[in-house]
C-alpha cells in the first residue's frame, strides 16, 4: 500500500520538472560564484537585503543581479559575494575579513539572530541549505534520511547559569555536490549543502597587509559570543569559510529532488486519499439523491393538472416559477463578482495546468508570481465578457457603469491592500517593500492592459443576446412563506460552506506551510486534482441547498447560490487565524498586520472562485428543472 501511495505521489500527482536553463559544466579550476539572497525570518515574515548586517563586501564592490517581478514582489535581493571558490579545489578555514563591530553593530546582530533570521546563498541556481538526519519508518522498519532546511541561521542563542548568551556564525562550511559523467567533460553541480560554525578565532592575528595569508584554526571548539549577557562596546570579528567538494549519483535534472522531499510522504498521502474518498462518496451520495428527488417532483408537477390537485397541496418549487428569475438585488455588484469570479478562476486554472507542467519549478525564481500576476492581467477580457452577459440577463442597460465597475473594483481593493501594507513594510526597513518604479509597473499593467481587456470583453458580451427564460416574471412578489430554523439565510449559507472547505483544507496546510513557514511547495499536479474536487463539491452543494431553498418557495436565489459556497472562504479565513496561533511564532505587530492582510486578500479570491462556481451551476440547474415542467 505504502508503495502504490508513493509511485501515485511521484509519478502521477507530483509536477513535473522542467529546469528551464542549460546545465552548466564547470572545469577544473573554473570560478565559482557564490551569490547572497534576502535574510528572512518566520518570526517576522519581514527579508532584509543581505548587506543591511554588516557582513565582508565583495573586494569589487557590491553588484545586484536583474531580478524580474515575481522575485521583486517576493522581496528577494541577488548580489555578489567574497567568496572565492574554484572547481575541484577543496579549501580549510580561509580567511575572508576582520570587521571591527561597534555596540550597535552588535546589536542589530544579536536582534536579527533572537528573530531566528537565515542567511541565504545560491551556488549555480541552487539555494544552500542545511543538511538534517531524520528517522522515517518503513513498516516495521526504521531507516535514516536527511531533509533540507532552507539557508543557515545566523547565529544561535544558549541559556548558561540562567543567562542568555547569544552566538555569532562567523564560518561557514560550504559542500558542493557534484556528477561526472563520462558523456560530457567537466562537473556539473547538482547540490549545495551548508554547514555554519561559530568560531572565536584570534583576531591579533589577522594580516592587515595580506589578509589572505593569514593563518587560522577552525579546529578551535571556543565560540564567538556577542552579547554574554551584555553587549560589549566594541568587538573584531573574523569572518572565515571552507570548501569541500563531495561527488553525488544524483542526475543534473533531478538535483532539485532533496529539496522539494517531503518530510512526512505517508501521512501526508494516507491523509490526502481519505479525504479524497470521503468528498467522492459525499459526491455521489448528494447526486443521488438530488436525481431521484427531482425527477419524482417532475412526474408529479407535469402529470395532469386535476390529479395534481387531488393527489397533493399547492407547495413545491413550480410554485415560484413566476419569481425565480426575477432581478436580484444589487444587480450591478451581481455581475461585477460574476465576472471577476471568472477572470480569477481562469488565472487559477492555467497557472495550475503550467505549474504541473514544470513551467514554474523552484530553479525558475519569481516565475510562479510573475505567472500569476500576467495571468490575471490578460483574463480581463473574461472579466468583460461574463460581466456584460449577466448585466445584459437582467435587463439592465448602462453598460459603461458597469464595465468601469468590473475593471475597477477588485483590483482596487487588492491595490489598497497591498499598499498600505507596502507601506508599512517600507517604513521597517525591510527589502520586501516593493519600489515605487514596481508599484508604477503594476498600475500600468492594469490600466494599460487589464481595463481595456475588460471593455473589449465586455463589447462582445453585450453585443451576443442573451438566452431568454422559459417562465416569465409575475409583475407582483410573491409572499415568502416562514421558512424551518434549518433553512434560515445564514445558517444554511454557512452549512453550505463546510463541504467544499473540507475538501481542501489538507492541502491548505501545506500550502501555508509553504508561505510563511518557507517550506518548499512542488505539488501542483496533486493541486491541479483538488482544485477539480473544490469545484466539483462547490457545485453540488450550491445546487442542493438551492433545490432545498426552492422547495420551500423562497425564490431569491440568485445571491444565495453565491454565498453558499463562497462561504467556504470564512472557514478559510477562521482556519488562518488557528493557523496563525497554532503554528507561527510571530510577534512583530507588523509582522502581524501582513499575515492578516494578505489572508484577508486570499480568501476574497477564493470567496471569489467557489461563489461563480457555485452561481454557475446553480443557474443552469434552475433554467434546466423550469424548462422541464409544463406551464399552465
Known sequence: MRSLCILLGIDLLSAFYLPGIKPHEYAFQEQIKIKVNKLDSILTQLPYDHYALPFCPPTDGIRKDAENLGEILSGDTIENSPYKVEMMLPTDCVPLCKKTYSKKDLHHFATK???????????????????????????????????????????????????????????????????????????RIVGFEVQPRSIAHDASAWNDKTPEKT??????????????????????????????FEPSEIQWASRWDPYLKMQDPQIHWFSI????????????????????????????????????????????????????????????????????????FVMCLLTLVFAALGFLSPANRGSLMTTLLLMYVFMGIFAGYFSARCYKMFGETNWQKQTLLTALLYPSINFAVFFVLNLLVWHEGSSGAVPFGTMFSLLILWFGISVPLVYLGAYFGFKKPVEDFSCPTNELLRMIPQQPWYMQRYFAILVGGVLPFGAVFIEVFFIMSSIWLHHYYYMFGFLLLVFFILILTSAEITVVMTYFQLCAEDWRWWWRSVLTSGAAAVYLFFYSVMYFYTKLDIVPFVSSLLYFGYMFLVSLAFFIVTGTVGFYATYRFVVKIYDAIKIE
Open 113 to 187: 539572530i533572537d528573530e531566528k533570521y537565515r542567511v541565504n546563498l545560491i551556488v549555480d541556481n541552487l539555494p544552500a541549505a542545511q543538511k538534517f538526519k531524520t528517522i522515517v519508518s518503513d513498516g516495521d522498519k526504521e531507516m535514516e534520511d536527511f531533509i533540507y532546511e532552507k539557508g543557515y541561521p545566523l547565529g544561535y542563542a544558549a541559556t548558561s547559569n540562567g543567562k542568555k548568551l547569544i552566538m555569532l556564525n562567523n564560518h561557514i562550511d560550504l559542500v558542493i555536490l557534484y556528477h561526472d559523467n563520462p558523456r560530457y567533460e567537466g562537473n
Open 215 to 244: 593563518s587560522l584554526s577552525c579546529s578551535s571548539g571556543d565560540v564567538l559570543r556577542i552579547a554574554n549577557p551584555s553587549i560589549t562596546d566594541k568587538l573584531d570579528v573574523v569572518w572565515s569559510y571552507s570548501v569541500l
Open 273 to 344: 486519499l481519505n479525504s479524497f474518498m470521503i468528498v467522492i462518496f459525499l459526491s455521489g451520495m448528494v447526486a443521488m439523491i438530488l436525481m431521484r428527488a427531482l425527477h419524482k417532483d417532475l412526474r408529479r408537477y407535469n402529470s395532469d393538472p386535476e390529479e395534481l390537485e387531488q393527489a397533493q397541496e399547492e407547495s413545491g418549487w413550480k410554485l415560484v416559477h413566476g419569481d425565480v428569475f426575477r432581478t436580484p438585488e444589487n444587480p450591478s455588484l451581481f455581475a461585477c463578482l460574476v465576472g471577476t469570479g471568472v477572470q480569477v
